[in-house]
């Protein structure tokens, strides 16, 4: 159930659930006194995506199937925020598994809902850097490749390929990072 | 069903569906022989969102209640593609529902997948210049507020506001544009 001004939840059942989200469907009363009713998408929990900057100021991209939309695709690191972490130190962990790096220093750069229309879901986007490689412990299809890649090259490869959120958002938040950290 | 190259689908189940979009059960065989699930959504159609440029180089924003994350956020005109249109019939359709405003120059700036994680869904993104004002026809929460706005302010409204994927995404594409027109 969620809280809107001028708007009265009337009702709010689970209309599906699975491991990863639940389908809800509110009835409320807006403030003209019509009735309207809701279906949304709630993972449960916040998620992260991470830009990880290396020492030459190269980022980290993570290749990997994406079911959903049957396509192999480069992507800043990212996941969900699972019971009893933070954003920051799921941002850490999920690095680490996908990537293989830790970092020592973390900034977080801000936070956007995902899909406003249909997902109950903020993201929390988060800079590292002074990064330190090791072993990654990659899940899902484990068809994970790992990519360093320019911000130069990061903007071409946006031309004719396969672009998603999770390419694309977190380069205007770092782009707006890098121009206050050079001014 | 998605077809991906070295995964056998051997399983697709509607595991919820209700007008705006339905909830997928796929089960397949990796190319090493271990078997997966995995839980999509599809709305079944793709998605428009359109940067209107008025004579000014000013930005028509929209704001509207977003009922999944609890917000009133300005975003970008978007909408869903409908049966029988295509995603330029759809964004000239969203632009004057939303806004009154027709266009008499369209392109296509780019596409993206909205949240490649959870949803088979295909972002188209265009700009619409020579706008003519008219009449809006809102739907929806009926709560829409049209804002014109410079991209130096869209940009400022970015910091310490209610962000989301359809104010960020466009902007990028939007810049390239610009870019490449100017250049």
């Known amino acids: 159930m969620n809280g809107i001004e001028g708007l009265t939840t009337t009702g709010s059942e689970r209309a599906h659930e699975n491991p990863w989200f639940s389908v809800w469907r509110d009835d409320f009363i807006r403030p003209d006194g019509k009735s309207g009713q809701y279906f949304f998408i709630d993972p449960g929990m916040d998620a992260v995506v991470v830009v990880a ?57 801000g936070e956007y809902f995902t899909s406003s229309g249909l997902l109950k879901q903020r993201m929390h986007v988060f800079l590292a850097r002074g990064l330190v490689s090791g072993e990654s412990a990659p899940e899902e299809m484990e ?26 958002v977190p380069i205007p938040f770092y782009e707006r990072w890098k121009a206050g950290n050079n001014s």
């Open 143 to 168: 068809d994970i490749l790992v990519k360093t890649i320019s911000l130069e090259n990061i903007r071409s490869l946006r031309v004719g390929s396969q672009l998603s959120n999770l390419l694309l």
């Open 53 to 109: 900057e290396d020492s030459n100021g190269d980022l980290i991209l993570v290749g990997q199937t994406r079911y959903p939309v049957g396509s192999y695709l480069y992507e800043f690191p990212a996941g969900a925020v699972t019971v009893g972490e933070d954003p920051l130190s799921a941002a850490k962990r999920e690095l680490r598994e996908e990537t293989g790096y830790t970092a020592g220093v973390w900034d977080l750069l």
